[in-house]
């Protein structure tokens, strides 16, 4: 297991500044997912890390030995990482079997990867590894004979071929159905926490990652608004926006002492201290039904099966959202009274029109 370091890595494409001092850990045998609206840089980090691209400054380090800093720079094939693309690009002449020890490294003694027929006898190790994403039964199939969640498992055991220290998977799940995106990507999470591999995911979809990750890395414009656990970084954003993008979010004004906010909804425990004038961002579970609680208006349901999303009219000049047991709607229109439960994270307010960070 090999621990990834990145430490103010800065990356230039086209003249344009692409990624701008980031820097994160990723422990020993930890799942990571980089999360972040499109265009922010998650594809082009994953690319710096794996050698892929040139960095203008900054460090990587696998168990704190340099792959790319100021005076080391390894080469992308030397760096023991292996890739998982969103597309598998298989060789469409060589079988499964083939296509997977095509990324084992070279055999002691050689400088070069072996040729191969298109079909052949089956060596251990690759058995092993179809038998590890579960396709030994696919090993003669060509690749225009296989479904798209078969095609990646065979791009996932073609990367763990090479007995990679890292393992960097770019979206390799966003073509799939969601119902077999979902038991892929949970076989892949348990695949490499019985190997022991540390892995790097992008991803675009923020439940997933919430879902999965160890930890989570949050990008936006180039720059890290945040890492952390699912946990930390769902229940205590450090933006506005960050809580915005991870989900539903209420924001209400409010005035801080002594622990507490005083808001238009009571008061309301602060997560961190604070004082003065603050926004704090309160999630839809936190807005709870009560009888003491404050009066407001049912305006719209969105039911999603298990519960429902409530938006409710308490005057405020904008919408408030309660999420509630699918058993437990009230109608649109219903008069129902909330009140929030909980600690909440605070933020200063932002200026009228202004974007919050």
Same mark, same amino acid.
């Given at each position: 297991?090999? %621990?990834?370091?990145?430490?103010? /890595?800065?990356?230039? /494409?086209?003249?344009?500044?692409?990624?701008?001092?980031?820097?994160?850990?990723?422990?020993?045998? #930890?799942?990571?997912?980089?999360?972040?609206?499109?265009?922010?840089?998650? %594809?082009?980090?994953?690319?710096?890390?794996?050698?892929?691209?040139?960095?203008?400054?900054g460090r990587v380090a696998l168990d704190g030995a340099d792959l790319g800093s100021e005076s080391v720079s390894v080469p992308p094939e030397r760096r023991r990482i292996g890739w998982v693309p969103q597309s598998p690009f298989l060789f469409p002449h060589l079988t499964v079997a083939r296509n997977v020890s095509f990324g084992a490294p070279p055999a002691p003694g050689r400088n070069r990867w072996p040729r191969w027929s298109r079909r052949g006898p089956l060596d251990e190790a690759t058995g092993e590894l179809l038998d590890l994403v579960g396709i030994r039964e696919l090993a003669d199939r060509f690749p225009d004979q296989l479904s798209g969640g078969q095609a990646q498992r065979v791009a996932l055991a073609r990367a763990l071929a090479a007995r990679p220290r890292l393992l960097l998977l770019d979206e390799p799940f966003a073509a799939l159905d969601p119902q077999i995106r979902v038991e892929l990507r949970d076989e892949l999470i348990d695949l490499l926490r019985r190997l022991g591999v540390t892995a790097v995911m992008v991803t675009h979809d923020q439940g997933e990652a919430l879902q999965?990750?160890?930890?989570v890395i949050a990008l936006r414009e180039g720059r890290l608004v945040q890492q952390g656990t699912p946990v930390?970084?769902?229940?205590?954003? %450090?933006?506005?926006?960050?809580?915005?993008?991870?989900?539903?979010?209420?924001?209400?004004?409010?005035? #801080?002492?002594?622990?507490?906010?005083?808001?238009? /909804?009571?008061?309301?425990?602060?997560?961190?201290?604070?004082?003065?004038?603050?926004?704090?961002?309160?999630?839809?579970?936190?807005?709870?039904?009560?009888?003491?609680?404050?009066?407001?208006?049912?305006?719209?349901?969105?039911?999603?099966?298990?519960?429902?999303?409530?938006?409710?009219?308490?005057?405020?000049?904008?919408? /408030?959202?309660?999420?509630?047991?699918a058993d437990a709607v009230p109608a649109p229109g219903d008069k129902v009274s909330f009140r929030p439960e909980g600690s909440v994270p605070s933020y200063a307010p932002a200026p009228a029109g202004a974007d919050p960070e």
């Amino acid at each position: 297991m090999s %621990s990834l370091t990145v430490q103010d /890595l800065t990356v230039h /494409l086209g003249g344009q500044r692409v990624l701008d001092q980031v820097s994160f850990t990723v422990d020993a045998g #930890a799942f990571a997912v980089v999360i972040g609206p499109s265009g922010c840089g998650k %594809s082009t980090l994953l690319r710096a890390v794996a050698g892929l691209i040139p960095a203008r400054a900054g460090r990587v380090a696998l168990d704190g030995a340099d792959l790319g800093s100021e005076s080391v720079s390894v080469p992308p094939e030397r760096r023991r990482i292996g890739w998982v693309p969103q597309s598998p690009f298989l060789f469409p002449h060589l079988t499964v079997a083939r296509n997977v020890s095509f990324g084992a490294p070279p055999a002691p003694g050689r400088n070069r990867w072996p040729r191969w027929s298109r079909r052949g006898p089956l060596d251990e190790a690759t058995g092993e590894l179809l038998d590890l994403v579960g396709i030994r039964e696919l090993a003669d199939r060509f690749p225009d004979q296989l479904s798209g969640g078969q095609a990646q498992r065979v791009a996932l055991a073609r990367a763990l071929a090479a007995r990679p220290r890292l393992l960097l998977l770019d979206e390799p799940f966003a073509a799939l159905d969601p119902q077999i995106r979902v038991e892929l990507r949970d076989e892949l999470i348990d695949l490499l926490r019985r190997l022991g591999v540390t892995a790097v995911m992008v991803t675009h979809d923020q439940g997933e990652a919430l879902q999965t990750a160890d930890t989570v890395i949050a990008l936006r414009e180039g720059r890290l608004v945040q890492q952390g656990t699912p946990v930390s970084l769902y229940r205590g954003p %450090s933006t506005p926006w960050l809580a915005s993008f991870l989900g539903e979010a209420n924001f209400l004004r409010g005035h #801080a002492a002594a622990g507490r906010a005083e808001t238009a /909804l009571g008061g309301i425990a602060l997560a961190d201290p604070a004082e003065g004038e603050v926004t704090v961002m309160l999630r839809p579970e936190q807005l709870v039904r009560r009888p003491d609680g404050v009066p407001m208006r049912v305006v719209r349901v969105r039911y999603h099966g298990h519960d429902a999303l409530v938006e409710l009219d308490a005057g405020l000049g904008e919408p /408030l959202l309660a999420r509630l047991p699918a058993d437990a709607v009230p109608a649109p229109g219903d008069k129902v009274s909330f009140r929030p439960e909980g600690s909440v994270p605070s933020y200063a307010p932002a200026p009228a029109g202004a974007d919050p960070e």
